[in-house]
């Protein structure tokens, strides 16, 4: 046999197999990108123009998450996909809808093109649902139509259809555009995963739902739930809210491991920072028994084959050599991502090409990982939107007598609908509350609410939605926020009039962002002014900011898990029970505006 | 809740769930030919133009055969696909290469159209070995280039690229047109499947064949190479051979059943209508101690995933509705076979609308299956095919003359090369011998081996191929066969010429077929007048004449678990060791013509 010639030998680690979930001892060469053999024999029948020893390391290949929006960072797809590197994530599939309710299709593709020099592959979701639910309900910058879901779906880096929220409408009528999009679809390619998004749905609904094409849910789930999904063929992808004790051992008991994946959905810049992304949640299953090779594979085969990458997902020749070198596999620490067979990233040292990610010797960089981007580095140039971008928020300053609300009550009071936030959910209750009215104007300050308000700010006739909050929510000054889902209108709540003004204007002046102001003063803000939704900074510095209003929030007694997910989700009409959006009060079950006063 | 409709409702089944791998007792609903619905509550919800009533019966998906051909059965596609719906079979991946040595890109043109009226569904696999090695070394009626296969990929009833047989070939040489092919399909498709056929490949040859992307194997392994293949990443397919206890205890063992599937590869008529196609070894299976959850998962849910079908394999809403009900899971005896939510097959009564396939109300037809087609019934029309296929065997009669074999020797004696059949294998070994030469020629009558030889038959210059054979074949008269693989040149070998040539004539006037000759008297013969290896009668008729063939050549001397797959295969040169084509006697691993003469 004459000698084999490869780019790449990686020595001596201990290779991951996907198929026995178990590692082996081998050399690996690569070639052109790929995997040519695992040589367990280690027969040195492959040279290589390099090597790397890799002995006494783990190898295992590059994550996928197939379910996440990198939006939800408030970062630029190049921003993101760099830190992406660090957390051993080579390949993600991206829906784009926060952008795309910004600018529609336009918004998706600058998004795909502002990814386009990633070190990582980013795929796409086509964007389903924007608006979340209808232009009656909510006021978006741009609409995502039929034909544009078929021309994007030509696209060789879309993989799927995005989630479809509007579930509860799509079982009961099927005369919607949707609908016949996705028959259409389905007739023409069996093979195309539709992503779906169907939280609480049971029996003869989830059917209705799963008879249309739609294979794919990574909402949170009971038991009942999650048990129905995995029996009627939904490849289930567990996100951190569903990474419990008892679903892990579930899927264990039932023999359930190839139709489940591990995604992020949404991962917030400071998080990402602090914790990391996809390897957060290996890390966290190992926590909770999961062996790392069961781990592993679904972090990376199974995301693979659910999302027909069949490229990739394994070591193994003729694959993507995609893959991680780990010094420790209990801690699962990331110490080289590399892509195609290239080192894209390793501890200590910037593979990026992009100069902004050297990391310092911390020990362990897996589970506490704070960014050291060279300070006052200006942004790259792949991070930038076209100059529309940074004009998006299309509000004057607005006077302090916007938030006296005007009521009618003959007897001095009012039953008035009440959002209540509650820990542990992004979903609302409603309940109802009795509050004073006086002068033809509702007395909602020291009522023990909050006063909300939606500005709708695409410049299509300056709509404001109110609404009230209690709960689990901030109990003094303001907060005020452009990223806002889905239709990221600008919202803002608080106690009283002058820290929303406040608040609210300092958005409008960064043409985009968040901030919380108390006592007349601005507390932490963070600017986003790339489409009112995302930074054009560095991940550590957006991460430190927005680290900065969630102790701000906090401060001010918001008590949830994530603060910044429950206040910025009030806006979206697609989750239960009570939301407010530009239009007003949503009853999410019912579909439909009611008014604040109840009754 | 609205009342739901349906087409068809199966009440009270037992219903395989491919997820959890158990029966659950459950009405399922039909609608437009999908699973609308698995309601184990049987709450009544949906409403159906028609009803089943399945209590006490089984109901599991339609078995799906990813890797066979149909030619093998020596039956057109029309009359395969009838008796397939009775064994379960609702869908195939058929690979027409054997016509396509016949008559080339027409020829699979030919066989695709001639299934288009099926019951079942029948994807294609792309031929990707015509001829099976190279035009130097077999003579066939057709090739299939390139262009080809490109083309043909373009067919939405091509499901992936056939057995890739020439793999000594092609992981030694890297400009070969085939290999430039498949690279380039890896380049655009990172999905499509690729069938390989590479016995005995190991380690680094293994991976070499891998890299270029072809990632199944069928063929028979050691328990090292099945190690190996699976550790690899390539999907197993099962077949009869590999079906042996060691080899399921050890895919149990570590936990491999996610990563193979069954599959019939050959299937000849006799077999085909005693002991039945997927469904005889979805029975075999369970003998061998595997469940029956198990082995219906590895004969539907595997199998579809393999081939990216995910429209079907499965009982769950939105998969098309292709199941089975079954008397009794133990004896996997079928009852009925709905196609698309169809009733195509039921026992006793005949759906397939061709009026040929009634049947006998046999207690256990799963394990023992008497056909009992209306004699003397036409041909259907889709058994046609174009009048030109009925005059495919552009030979001569032949004089005994031919069958004497000139040879120069000086000592009156020669060392000669001997293809020796050994039971067990379609492999041959090669043996060398002493055998008497006299007036030049050779002494090979009574010499304890038989004279074979190979007509080329396609019009291209009348080559004839000598060898010898020995072994456990026959021992006194002579056998011929237009249907011996791959080329189907016309293949006589026998004890004496005068039984040659009565056989050999006897396949020349047939226009095609088998005859088995002895003592000056033909003894069996079954006509394959359709490109000289398909009969147009319907399976019944062309199983019991086959098994007269059977009989025949056992009664003779051959001693082999399938003599008519071992003589046909006499004649291929992509497996070992010693084979015979028109060309002359093929040194298969070395991949060159070699002299009977040895040294």
């Known amino acids: 046999m004459e000698t084999e010639r490869a780019d790449l030998l990686v020595r001596g680690a201990k290779v991951y197999n996907s198929y026995f979930k178990r590692f082996v001892t081998a050399d690996v060469p690569v070639r052109g990108g790929k995997f040519l053999y695992i040589d367990s024999r280690r027969s040195g029948a492959v040279e290589a123009d390099s090597t790397v020893d890799a002995e006494g390391l783990y190898m295992v290949p590059g994550l996928i998450d197939i379910h996440m929006h990198i939006e939800s960072s408030m970062l630029t797809p190049g921003a993101f996909c760099r830190r ?84 509860r409408t799509i079982i009961r009528e099927n005369q919607l555009e949707i609908t016949r999009f996705l028959k259409g679809l389905r007739e023409k390619d069996r093979m195309f995963p539709i992503e779906g998004h169907c939280p609480a749905l049971l029996d003869l609904d989830l059917a209705r739902f799963l008879y249309l094409g739609i294979n794919g849910d990574h909402t949170e789930h009971s038991m009942e739930e999650l048990e129905q999904r995995f029996a009627n063929g939904m490849f289930m992808e567990i996100q951190e809210k569903m ?218 006739g300056q709509a404001v939605g109110y609404g009230l909050v209690t709960g689990d929510c901030h109990k003094q000054g303001a907060v005020a926020t452009s990223y806002a889902h889905d239709c990221h209108n600008v919202l803002v709540a608080g106690a009283n009039p002058a820290d929303m003004k406040l608040a609210l204007n300092r958005v409008i002046e960064m043409q985009g962002g968040m901030a919380v102001a108390d006592g007349g003063k601005i507390q932490a803000e963070l600017p986003l002014p790339v489409g009112g939704i995302l930074s054009d900074r560095p991940a550590r510095e957006v991460g430190e900011k927005l680290a900065g209003i969630r102790r701000a929030m906090t401060s001010q007694g918001y008590r949830h898990y994530n603060p910044i997910m429950s206040f910025c989700t009030l806006t979206l009409p697609a989750s239960p029970a009570l939301k407010l959006t530009d239009k007003g009060l949503i009853d999410v079950k019912a579909c439909k505006i009611v008014p604040l006063k109840a009754e």
């Open 243 to 460: 990474l419990r004790r008892e679903v892990l051992d579930y899927i264990r008991a039932h023999g359930l491991e190839e139709h489940f994946c591990f995604v992020t959905d949404d991962v917030m810049a400071d998080t990402f920072c602090t914790q990391g992304h996809l390897d957060a949640l290996v890390r966290r299953a190992m926590e909770l028994g999961m062996t790392a090779e069961q781990a592993v594979y679904n972090a990376s085969f199974t995301p693979a084959r659910r999302i027909n990458l069949l490229d990739r997902g394994a070591i193994a020749p003729g694959k993507i050599a995609d893959f991680l070198l780990l010094s420790d596999l209990d801690a699962f620490a990331v110490g080289a991502t590399y892509k195609n067979g290239k080192c894209i990233w390793s501890r200590g040292e910037d593979r990026t090409g992009q100069g902004s990610m050297s990391r310092d010797g911390a020990e362990r960089p897996g589970t506490e990982r704070t960014g050291t981007e060279r300070p006052g580095a200006e942004p790259d140039r792949d991070m930038h939107f076209p100059e529309s971008y940074y004009h998006s928020i299309r509000l004057e300053f607005q006077e302090q007598s916007r938030f006296a609300v005007p009521m009618e009550s003959d007897s001095g009071k009012v039953m008035v609908r009440v959002m209540e936030i509650q820990d542990g959910s992004t979903k609302t209750k409603e309940t109802i509350r009795k509050m004073p009215v006086k002068d033809g104007f509702l007395q909602w300050e020291g009522s023990g609410c909050l006063l909300a308000a939606v500005f709708e700010r695409y410049g299509g």
């Open 84 to 167: 992406l590197a660090e957390c051993g994530v080579t390949t993600i599939v991206s829906e784009p809808h926060e952008m795309a309710n910004v600018n529609g299709m336009q918004g998706v593709l600058d998004m795909i093109r502002a990814g386009e020099n990633s070190p990582v592959d980013i795929f796409y979701g086509i964007p389903s649902c924007v608006p979340s639910t209808s232009p009656e309900l909510e006021t978006t910058g741009g609409i995502i139509t039929c034909e544009d879901m078929e021309g994007l779906k030509e696209n060789p880096w879309v993989a799927c259809v995005g989630e479809v929220m509007n579930y």
